[in-house]
């Protein structure tokens, strides 16, 4: 079931350019839609991901090239954001969000390059955990990319 999906996705990313209305999500549409959720999708490239989006801010899963050992997500204006690495060493990419039904479009904030097509999965379907390693995101929870306070939205806030 897993790999018809990954395939459906990859055909997506051929057809992303088509035509098709897709309705840009805002920040806090981005948040709410993926707390508590999985992304799962094929980047451009033909490679596949899966991340949980924990409330807490952490993104637990697998980004494509390795296993999360220590990777955030939070929401910047209206891009999501992933961070990989300690801080000294973080990488940090943004992605602004289109959905067109159970499909979304992550598309890169700086450019609008195409990055990936996903789905979202209710819940943490795989299974996706910390390996026992805890990390924190709270540097990050109240910041956007660039550093600067985000006081719209913090992952940990309640709903």
Same mark, same amino acid.
Request: glycine content about 14%.
């Given at each position: 079931?897993?790999?018809?999906?990954?395939?459906?996705?990859?055909?997506? #990313? #051929?057809?992303?350019?088509?035509?098709?209305?897709?309705? #840009?999500?805002?920040?806090?549409? *981005?948040?709410?839609?993926?707390?508590?959720?999985?992304?799962?999708? #094929?980047?451009?490239?033909?490679?596949?991901?899966?991340?949980?989006?924990?409330?807490?801010?952490?993104?637990?899963?697998?980004?494509?090239?390795?296993?999360? *050992?220590?990777?955030?997500?939070?929401?910047?204006?209206?891009?999501?954001?992933?961070?990989?690495?300690?801080?000294?060493?973080?990488?940090?990419?943004?992605?602004?969000?289109?959905?067109?039904?159970?499909?979304?479009?992550?598309?890169?904030?700086?450019?609008?390059?195409?990055?990936?097509?996903?789905?979202?999965?209710?819940?943490?379907?795989?299974?996706?955990?910390?390996?026992?390693?805890?990390?924190?995101?709270?540097?990050?929870?109240?910041?956007?990319?660039?550093?600067?306070?985000?006081?719209?939205?913090?992952?940990?806030?309640?709903?």
């Amino acid at each position: 079931m897993r790999s018809c999906r990954l395939a459906l996705l990859a055909a997506l #990313v #051929v057809l992303s350019g088509g035509g098709a209305r897709s309705d #840009v999500l805002t920040g806090p549409q *981005i948040r709410d839609l993926f707390t508590g959720n999985t992304v799962t999708g #094929v980047y451009s490239g033909g490679g596949p991901f899966s991340e949980y989006h924990a409330a807490d801010g952490r993104a637990l899963g697998d980004n494509g090239f390795t296993l999360n *050992i220590d990777a955030c997500w939070n929401t910047a204006g209206d891009s999501v954001c992933y961070h990989y690495g300690p801080a000294k060493d973080r990488r940090t990419y943004c992605f602004t969000v289109e959905r067109d039904g159970d499909n979304l479009t992550l598309r890169v904030a700086d450019s609008g390059r195409l990055n990936a097509v996903a789905s979202l999965e209710k819940g943490n379907p795989g299974a996706h955990g910390d390996g026992k390693r805890r990390w924190s995101c709270d540097d990050l929870l109240s910041r956007g990319s660039d550093g600067s306070k985000n006081a719209a939205w913090s992952n940990a806030e309640p709903k």
